[in-house]
């Protein structure tokens, strides 16, 4: 485990978050006397109920992040939410309310000190936003640290994975020839695929991409899992993966903020023995009872448990670097064809429009200038048709000026720092593109038709072939892309596929498919390549009451598109037809080529833990929860295939109330926590 260490002073944040003062007095006083007088922390979070705060308990079925997770009922009902005594100050289960205000007077004064924050638009103008404290838990979850270390091992064999993926053409094919068939947005990242890596008659489009390096920067997101017929008088959890995501993967930055702040709190008030009894009952939740006696103030034990430092903030744009650095070595040296003093080299990170979650992303391009001295340029896919050239002579990016006034679009800022005659001077080179958007049909709205008639109409697929085509780095690259939809996942669940990826792990000191493979929960396919045993879960689902015992997938990231329960078996009654050709009285099923684009996952049983959950600087309310664990890797491999980098990169856990199923908390249904290991 990380040593915890005086936190780094971030001299530029200052500035940044200067501005935010009054807003957090105000926030500040709108929690103590609970009125929800801040703006939403996030333009998509829908209606809520605060849970806790007006007294009602999780008894949802089904609870679950952007993922196939269920809560595990372990606990006693006495552990329910909140109530809100006569009073109206909330209550928590062991702390006392004068505890509370401090914990909550603390995140709210160490989330401006340290940029733990969203952007709020201001109602009133949409050029104008300010800042409040993220939607976090004000302290950590109880973690196994064996199965928190687990995690982390897993990462450089998983980046390994995603790299080997992304370069087998005919495995992508044919895996997701089905989902690509009836869902137009992996048809489209296929296609574009093909078009650029798999030669044929377009093979010259290719040339320049072929040559770049890549650079992954993922994150696979686990759950702790106890199958429902275990016994619950002992820990017995597993850890399960979830989902591995390879673009935009998001929260890295904040994450690390929250942790620092879970430890400076379970630190801050450990000799007051304010928070003992909170952290222990959750504790019980996850191994099955009570920490040892001889556990709890123990010199050598206080080293081992605790909240861990994420290191997210140093080792994501460590690797930017060394993809920049490459770039710059081989193309803009000395001893190359370029012209060295007329081009200024910048990472471009591709954000969405109207971006909220800026502060994430801003923590990640500062370290890169303070660490490393490069320069970040942020466009929307749509700028970057306007803006960004491909030389289709070597294969260069180059940045321009479209001519319009950049200080209308807030992702310019930091940019329009440069004069118009340096602009004229220094040419702005593309050395590697960082992908924040592009994960999902929404953020490419003008539509797939790409064709030169209408210049209106798929700029945004248009920009991203551009991007691909050329010679910078990519993260991701379009087969790094691939390599993280849900079709692949449930491919490499079966037996015999990871080892057509590492061929020779029988024969390793350390062997990683067997890991790898321990990490993976049920995965069933639906589609033309559906075998006996993938059709048994539909039947389970169909014939056997078994809809709480699944999660319905598509190849979609970000939340907000699965279906469980009730919804998931309507979805496959759909799209089902049920046969009896033998005669036999079996329900054979015939699979609707609708379905092609889903998987089937087993559901996943976490423990149910108390957090008191903060929303926009307001206790959203306390109650029983689940959490899901993300560990970042980055790699970066050559165009051959020689990995200079591959490493474990920092940690997330998002915490949500156990009756919601979904759980992104840029969509509004989860928190950031971390984990407190034990």
Same mark, same amino acid.
């Given at each position: 485990m990380i040593l915890r260490q005086p936190h780094r002073r971030n001299p530029s944040l200052f500035?940044? !978050? =200067?501005?935010?003062? +009054?807003?957090? *007095?105000v926030a500040s006083i709108a929690i103590l006397t609970r009125?929800? @007088?801040?703006?939403? =922390?996030?333009?998509?979070?829908?209606?809520?109920?605060?849970?806790?705060?007006?007294?009602?308990?999780?008894?949802?079925?089904? +609870?679950? !992040?952007?993922?196939?997770?269920?809560?595990?009922?372990? #606990?006693?009902?006495? +552990?329910?939410?909140?109530?809100?005594?006569?009073?109206?100050? $909330?209550?928590?289960?062991?702390?006392?309310?004068s505890t509370l205000r401090s914990l909550v007077s603390y995140a709210v004064s160490y989330g401006a000190a340290h940029g733990l924050q969203v952007s709020v638009k201001h109602p009133s103008s949409s050029s104008s936003s300010s800042h409040v404290i993220a939607p976090i838990s004000l302290l950590p979850q109880a973690y196994p640290s064996p199965l928190f270390h687990r995690a982390i091992s897993l990462a450089r064999p998983f980046n390994l994975l995603v790299d080997r993926i992304g370069r087998d053409g005919e495995f992508l094919k044919t895996t997701l020839r089905g989902a690509r068939e009836?869902?137009? !947005?992996?048809?489209?990242?296929?296609e574009l695929y093909e078009r650029i890596y798999s030669g044929g008659a377009e093979e010259e489009r290719g040339k320049f991409a072929k040559t770049a390096?890549?650079?992954?920067?993922?994150?696979?997101?686990? #759950?702790?899992?106890?199958?429902?017929?275990? /016994?619950?008088?002992?820990?017995?959890?597993?850890?399960?993966?979830?989902?591995?995501?390879?673009? +935009?993967?998001?929260?890295?930055?904040?994450a690390e903020r929250v942790a620092d702040l879970h430890g400076f709190l379970t630190e801050r008030l450990r000799d007051e023995g304010t928070l003992d009894a909170f952290l222990e009952e959750n504790e019980s939740a996850v191994s099955g009872s009570s920490p040892r006696e001889d556990d709890r103030e123990d010199d050598g034990d206080r080293r081992k448990r605790g909240v861990p430092r994420s290191p997210a903030t140093t080792r994501l744009p460590s690797a930017m670097a060394l993809a920049h650095e490459r770039y710059r070595r081989r193309y803009l040296s000395s001893s190359s064809d370029e012209r060295p003093a007329s081009v200024r080299p910048v990472v471009l990170f591709v954000v969405q429009p109207g971006e909220t979650n800026t502060v994430d992303q801003r923590l990640l391009e500062f370290r890169l200038w303070e660490d490393h001295g490069i320069g970040?340029?942020?466009? /929307?896919?749509?700028?970057?048709?306007?803006?960004?050239?491909?030389?289709?002579?070597?294969?260069?990016?180059?940045?321009?000026?479209?001519?319009?006034?950049?200080?209308?679009?807030?992702?310019?800022?930091?940019?329009? #720092?440069?004069?118009?005659?340096?602009?004229?001077?220094?040419?702005?080179? @593309?050395?590697?593109?960082?992908?924040? *958007?592009?994960?999902?049909p929404t953020d490419y709205p003008s539509g797939y038709d790409t064709s030169p008639d209408d210049d209106a109409t798929g700029i945004e697929w248009l920009a991203r072939e551009r991007l691909e085509r050329s010679r910078a780095a990519k993260c991701p690259s379009l087969g790094y892309h691939l390599a993280g939809c849900k079709k692949v996942q449930q491919e490499l669940a079966r037996p015999g596929v990871l080892e057509r990826f590492f061929p020779n792990d029988d024969r390793e000191e350390t062997p990683v498919v067997p890991l790898l493979r321990s990490a993976f929960a049920g995965l069933y396919a639906l589609g033309a390549d559906a075998d006996e045993g993938d059709l048994d879960a539909v039947r389970d689902v169909l014939f056997r009451e078994g809809e709480g015992r699944y999660v319905l997938k598509p190849q979609r990231e970000g939340g907000g598109y699965n279906f469980y329960g009730k919804e998931l078996a309507k979805k496959l009654r759909q799209h089902c037809? $049920?046969?009896?050709?033998?005669?036999?009285?079996?329900?054979? @099923?015939?699979?609707?080529?609708?379905?092609?684009?889903?998987?089937? #996952?087993?559901?996943?049983?976490?423990?149910?833990?108390?957090?008191?959950?903060?929303?926009?600087?307001?206790?959203?309310?306390?109650?029983?929860?689940?959490?899901?664990?993300g560990c970042f890797g980055t790699i970066v491999a050559s165009a051959e295939g020689e990995v200079v980098h591959n490493e474990y990169a920092g940690f997330l856990l998002r915490t949500k109330f156990?009756?919601?199923?979904?759980?992104?908390?840029?969509?509004?249904?989860?928190?950031?926590?971390s984990p407190y290991l034990c």
């Open positions: 500035l940044f !978050f =200067a501005t935010t003062t +009054a807003t957090i *007095a009125t929800p @007088i801040l703006a939403s =922390a996030f333009r998509s979070l829908p209606p809520r109920t605060h849970r806790g705060i007006a007294g009602s308990s999780s008894s949802s079925n089904s +609870a679950s !992040f952007s993922s196939s997770t269920q809560t595990d009922n372990a #606990m006693s009902s006495s +552990a329910s939410a909140s109530t809100l005594p006569s009073d109206g100050e $909330v209550t928590v289960p062991h702390l006392s309310p009836v869902d137009p !947005f992996t048809g489209k990242l296929s390096d890549r650079l992954g920067i993922h994150r696979s997101d686990y #759950m702790l899992h106890r199958p429902p017929s275990s /016994s619950s008088s002992s820990g017995g959890y597993e850890l399960k993966q979830v989902e591995l995501n390879t673009i +935009a993967s998001s929260f890295a930055g904040l970040v340029v942020r466009l /929307s896919l749509a700028e970057v048709y306007r803006r960004v050239r491909l030389d289709e002579t070597d294969g260069r990016l180059l940045l321009g000026d479209d001519g319009e006034d950049d200080n209308e679009n807030e992702n310019d800022e930091m940019e329009n #720092m440069e004069t118009t005659s340096e602009r004229n001077v220094i040419q702005r080179e @593309i050395t590697v593109v960082y992908f924040r *958007a592009g994960y999902a037809t $049920v046969v009896d050709e033998d005669g036999d009285g079996k329900q054979n @099923i015939v699979l609707g080529n609708a379905l092609s684009e889903f998987i089937l #996952m087993e559901r996943l049983f976490p423990p149910q833990q108390r957090a008191i959950l903060l929303r926009n600087g307001i206790v959203e309310g306390s109650g029983m929860t689940i959490s899901e664990l156990s009756g919601v199923d979904e759980g992104g908390v840029a969509s509004g249904f989860a928190t950031l926590s």
